[in-house]
């Protein structure tokens, strides 16, 4: 079994910075790709940023220039830093792994999520 573990999330005010974390441990080969994902009260879940193993990270047109995100592949650890955080930011921040497990075989797996919250 695979696990993610979301951390960093937090009550912040408008232009405000916070850095989430997500550590992935269990029957892990290796990472292939990690994920952002927010999801707002009432709104669909949505795709944030993603960072493969090797290769260009991606944005969601909203976080651009704001948000960077980064893959620690020796702890199996994916970061969001978020700068200049937006009361639209406010949401269930997920974390999500593509990974091939011990046995070889491609899996994904989700966080519980942890909670942001940008508010004067």
């Known amino acids: 079994q695979v696990q993610l573990v979301e951390s960093g999330g937090g009550l912040v005010q408008p232009g405000g910075s916070l850095r989430l974390s997500c550590v992935a441990s269990?029957?892990?080969?290796?990472?292939?790709?990690m994920g952002w994902y927010r999801q707002a009260p009432g709104k669909q879940r949505e795709l944030v940023a993603t960072?493969?193993?090797?290769?260009?990270?991606t944005y969601t047109d909203s976080v651009k220039g704001r948000f960077t995100i980064s893959l620690d592949n020796a702890k199996n650890t994916a970061y969001l830093q978020m700068n200049s955080l937006k009361p639209e930011d406010t949401a269930v921040y997920y974390c999500?792994?593509?990974?091939?497990?011990?046995?070889?075989?491609?899996?994904?797996?989700w966080g519980q999520g942890t909670q942001v919250t940008v508010s004067s």
């Open positions: 999500n792994a593509d990974f091939l497990s011990t046995r070889l075989q491609l899996g994904s797996a």
């Open positions: 269990g029957s892990i080969f290796s990472i292939n790709r």
């Open positions: 960072v493969p193993r090797t290769g260009a990270t």
